[in-house]
């Protein structure tokens, strides 16, 4: 991306978006970002426009359309996303959040990122393209690397502060993965080798006793 495009994310008070609006402020980009009303003051903390997707249409915000489109809920199968690029625009899909709100299918899901490729052939010149973090690692793992270092190197700087919702031990990954579905955190969770279990650090459960005479 080139500094001063205007780059439009959805779901902008979720973890992901957050990292995305950071690193496309460094980047210089003109950031716009989707949300319920209630997060207008913390999208515009975080240095972008807010839009109120419950009242707004974000196809019509900005007349001639977006640069890129970040799109990790995947409503109305990534159409509309599409829709509001400008000619020559790209949509980089990473998510499908309204998919499995939905209970819908993987078949589902997997026609939606595929059809994706097949809209590079529509007159208008977008582009559309699937983003996976686990993906790129397997496929480069050097670039994969050196992002992390870069983005390690910028934490230490303080040139990037995510937001923590709670720092955890490993033995609460299937606990954290329960509250990640459920969505409504502040900020990401940490999984934390050194931190000993949640088990260890709660005082002892008195061990039920044999019910008293006053008891019913
Ligand atoms: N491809 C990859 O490499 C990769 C890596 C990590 C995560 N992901 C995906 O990225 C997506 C976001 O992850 P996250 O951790 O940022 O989630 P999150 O913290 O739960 O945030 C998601 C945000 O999306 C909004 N949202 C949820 N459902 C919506 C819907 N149906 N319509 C419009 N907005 C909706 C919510 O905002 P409001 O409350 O304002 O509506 C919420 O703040 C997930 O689909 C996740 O699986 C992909």
């Not at 997060?39 to 426009?49: C, F, V, Y």
């Not at 829709?83 to 899901?109: D, E, H, P």
Request: charged residues 25%; positive net charge.
């Amino acid at each position: 991306m080139q500094r001063g495009q205007r780059v439009l994310v959805h779901g902008a008070a979720g973890a992901v978006c957050e990292a995305l609006l950071a690193l496309g402020r460094l980047a210089g980009l003109e950031p716009w970002g989707t949300a319920q009303g209630a997060h207008a003051a913390l999208i515009r903390q975080l240095g972008a426009t807010p839009i109120d997707y419950q009242r707004e249409d974000f196809t019509r915000v900005l007349p001639g359309g977006f640069d890129v489109v970040f799109d990790g809920i995947g409503e109305e199968g990534y159409r509309r996303s599409f829709t509001a690029l400008k000619r020559g625009g790209l949509l980089c899909a990473y998510g499908y959040s309204a998919g499995v709100q939905a209970q819908r299918g993987m078949l589902t899901m997997l026609m939606w990122i595929a059809r994706l490729y097949l809209w590079r052939w529509l007159p208008g010149g977008k582009r559309a393209r699937f983003y996976s973090i686990n993906v790129m690692r397997a496929r480069h793992p050097a670039w994969f690397r050196e992002d992390l270092e870069r983005l390690f190197g910028l934490l230490a700087t303080r040139a990037i502060q995510p937001r923590v919702a709670e720092r955890i031990s490993f033995d609460e990954v299937a606990e954290a993965h329960r509250r990640l579905e459920a969505g409504g955190l502040e900020g990401k969770l940490v999984l934390c080798p050194d931190l000993p279990s949640r088990r260890d650090r709660m005082p002892p459960q008195r061990e039920p006793g044999p019910a008293s005479q006053t008891d019913t």
